[in-house]
């Protein structure tokens, strides 16, 4: 059944706190969000590090450009060292090739088979990129395997407020509850980079 509801977050939610709403509002601005029309629950406490991640990056560059990844690796583990190694050499990449300032999300998962995976996301300077080709590239040199490329790449833009909720609603869907919490003790389901957010200083 469609929710129509749209539970609205003026501070960061409490870990593990959920919707199935099909929309939600993160201060004072609205976005879909992907919980197939109601059926499913998302986190709330992985959307609201994510929409903070995007804003940062359009308070310093008018288009921002969304990628998401997929790794999967027999030699993951509950512990997130492992992908986290293979992020940190990606970011090394990207910034190699001129990209100043990356953001990014990442969640841990695991369904049935014995391994965890993971979702990224990042936001990229828009105006330095047009095509998702080459860091899928990369991502695949840096796992030693091919991944599956997810072809939902949107641009985003700082003043078309339907290419945001565009984007976020592709990110939610790492936000999905199901798969999580099977990490070890101690350990975290998700992570996000820290940029800062300009305000109303913006540059391009």
């Not at 870990?15 to 099909?22: F, M, Y």
């Not at 629950?41 to 990056?57: C, F, G, K, S």
């Not at 512990?79 to 090394?92: I, P, V």
């Not at 078309?160 to 350990?187: C, F, N, V, W």
Request: charged content about 25%; glycine content about 6%; aromatic content about 12%.
């Amino acid at each position: 059944m469609f929710n129509t509801l749209s539970p609205e977050i003026h501070q960061k939610p409490a870990k593990g706190s959920l919707t199935n709403a099909s929309k939600i509002v993160i201060k004072d601005k609205s976005y879909d969000i992907n919980t197939h029309y109601g059926k499913y629950e998302v986190r709330t406490d992985i959307l609201w590090p994510m929409v903070d991640q995007l804003a940062a990056m359009l308070s310093y560059h008018s288009k921002v450009y969304q990628i998401r990844l997929e790794a999967h690796s027999k030699h993951y583990d509950g512990q997130n060292k492992e992908f986290t190694g293979d992020l940190n050499k990606l970011l090394k990449w990207l910034k190699g090739k001129g990209h100043k300032r990356v953001a990014y999300c990442w969640v841990r998962e695991k369904d049935r088979s014995k391994h965890f995976h993971y979702h990224l996301v990042l936001w990229l300077n828009g105006h330095q990129i047009r095509s998702p080709d080459s860091v899928y590239m990369r991502w695949d040199e840096i796992l030693g395997a091919t991944q599956e490329w997810v072809r939902s790449t949107p641009m985003i833009h700082r003043n078309k407020p339907e290419t945001h909720s565009k984007g976020i609603y592709i990110a939610s869907y790492l936000a999905k509850q199901r798969t999580k919490g099977y990490g070890d003790k101690g350990t975290r389901d998700f992570s996000t980079s820290i940029l800062k957010n300009l305000n109303t200083t913006w540059r391009k």
